[in-house]
């Protein structure tokens, strides 16, 4: 029979067996050891010859021990299992040899003790040890009792994948009852928990069932034993249906790591398979595999609208497959002017996301360019400060002035802290012509700058045709830059201007 590996994990609580530890001058009988599937096993014999006791010194050179057991199948065979000769010539027998061993100082001392290591579940039976002093016979014999944790479906147990846990004997007596246990707390079979026969299943394991299970079984003849395991669930880490913030624009890294190394459970091939689905088009990508990793991250280099939505990551360990569903929600600012913003007008700054979980909150702030003066607006004026921090998804600056100019920046805040921010760069339209104290303001304004301004150009331009300067070859490609963007009624103006200059 093969061992299960899951069988390592399990440890042996408490038995009902008596462990004698010290020598015992009298024979041994009736003892009884409980052990654990896949643990060591110790089945004491403790033996000193009667009649010459310590003194016997070269009597006890001829001591040797046998130990047998008797056949599973047929009660009356008995089997060696191990002989030590009085030379020290040991001998073992298949299928045990490997796994049991005595002292070597066994002849010695008096310590005849049987180790199996590790026990298998068909070990479970009598066995006798047979020691011979000279003549004299003295004898030891142990019942030997396995109790087996077992697992379905086998190692590695995955979130998600329903699991059966089962503990049997080889105690021959009825079971009465079986007792389950998560971290000392009684189970109670309910919700994701059910009991059948005294098998333990629970539905949709998480990564929160990991931890110290243990059954207990309770025999009509009052016998109990109580077995161990520890039970590692692999896993993801964090929360189910994590949502990573990201600006329009920015870099994004979507997390998709284990709660385990995939190598502490044996497994070697990892592969890791990112998909996405947004407008009915399903978007893969396979992540390079990576074993001494368990962080498994899918990288976006620059974030658009359409990468917001549902993504998937699926990690396939061995056979089984993990998966685990995560949103990236693109946070976004939407001006209520398009490009550059004119000097006084009202403008509205709307910061969103595409995927909110409800309890978000943004906050936008004011983040000078001169990172000075931004140092001592903090420090100096309170009321400065909260002039450039607001609450709320929405900016509304009535009239745009100078002041304004500059990154904004809005942030994203969830009961966990900031989750994100976008940025927006406010540009005013003319900001050169504003610089300077301004006395009218509006667009009326700003028309008539321009209008002064295409004045000045065109005198300069009519002065220096007088004075015939060659004209620099970007002067006439000027000109029609002009022509195009100036409105029809300033170009009337300037007809006329041109006309008045030249007088
Ligand atoms: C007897 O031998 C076993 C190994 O076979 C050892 O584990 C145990 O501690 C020994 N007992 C004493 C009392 O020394
Ligand atoms: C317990 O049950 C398992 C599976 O049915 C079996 O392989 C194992 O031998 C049993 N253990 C004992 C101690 O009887
Ligand atoms: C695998 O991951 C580990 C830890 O993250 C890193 O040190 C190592 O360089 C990676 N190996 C490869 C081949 O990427």
């Known amino acids: 029979m093969k061992l299960a590996s899951p069988m390592l994990f399990f440890t042996l609580l408490a038995f009902n067996g008596n462990i004698l530890q010290g020598a015992a001058e009298v024979e041994n009988r009736g003892q009884k050891v409980w052990a654990r599937e896949g643990s060591s096993a110790l089945l004491p014999c403790y033996l000193s010859p009667r009649k010459y006791g310590k003194s016997g010194k070269q009597l006890l050179d001829r001591t040797s021990v046998l130990w047998k057991r008797h056949g599973a199948s047929a009660p009356h065979e008995l089997h060696v299992v191990l002989e030590v000769e009085y030379t020290g010539l040991r001998k073992m027998a298949l299928p045990m040899r490997p796994r049991v061993s005595v002292l070597d100082s066994a002849l010695r001392n008096g310590n005849f003790s049987l180790r199996i290591n590790p026990v298998r579940s068909d070990d479970a039976g009598l066995y006798k040890a047979q020691v011979t002093y000279n003549t004299e016979i003295r004898s030891c014999q142990v019942e030997l009792r396995v109790v087996t944790v077992t697992l379905s479906p086998p190692r590695p147990v995955i979130e998600n994948e329903p699991l059966l846990l089962s503990c049997n004997s080889s105690h021959q007596a009825s079971l009465v009852e079986t007792c389950w246990f998560h971290n000392a707390h009684p189970v109670l079979t309910s919700g994701d928990f059910c009991s059948l026969h005294g098998t333990l299943c629970i539905l949709r394991p998480t990564v929160s069932d990991s931890g110290s299970w243990r059954c207990q079984l309770r025999y009509a003849d009052n016998e109990v034993v109580s077995v161990k395991h520890n039970l590692q669930i692999l896993g993801f880490d964090g929360p189910t249906n994590p949502v990573t913030y990201a600006a329009a624009g920015s870099a994004a890294d979507l997390p998709c790591t284990l709660n385990h190394l995939p190598s502490t459970f044996g497994i070697h091939v990892v592969k890791t398979h990112w998909s996405h689905f947004a407008g009915g088009r399903l978007q893969n990508w396979s992540v390079l595999q990576n074993q001494s990793s368990r962080h498994f991250p899918l990288h976006l280099a620059t974030v658009g609208l359409g990468d917001a939505g549902r993504y998937s990551c699926a990690i396939t360990v061995g056979n089984k497959m993990l998966s685990r569903d995560m949103t990236l929600a693109v946070i976004t600012v939407t001006p209520s002017i398009q ?86 760069g406010l540009q005013i339209t003319g900001a050169q012509v504003s610089s300077s104290p301004t006395i009218f303001s509006g667009q009326v304004t700003f028309g008539l700058m321009l209008t002064l301004f295409i004045l000045l150009m065109v005198c300069i331009l009519a002065l220096g045709l007088q004075k015939r300067v060659r004209l620099p070859a970007s002067f006439p490609a000027l000109e029609q830059m002009v022509a195009v963007t100036v409105p029809k009624e300033m170009e009337k103006n300037q007809k006329e201007t041109t006309q008045q200059t030249k007088c």
């Not at 909110?356 to 004026?381: C, I, M, N, P, R």
């Open 339 to 424: 490009g550059p913003v004119s000097e006084g007008s009202h403008l509205l700054l709307i910061c969103s996301l595409t995927h909110s979980q409800g309890h978000e909150y943004f906050q936008w702030k004011h983040l000078s360019s001169a990172s000075a003066d931004k140092k001592l607006t903090v420090a100096t004026s309170h009321k400065l400060k909260d002039h450039r921090v607001q609450t709320g998804p929405n900016l509304e600056i009535p009239q745009v002035s100078q002041k304004d100019v500059g990154i904004w920046e809005c942030s994203v805040y969830g009961p966990e802290g900031r989750l994100g921010a976008v940025e927006y």
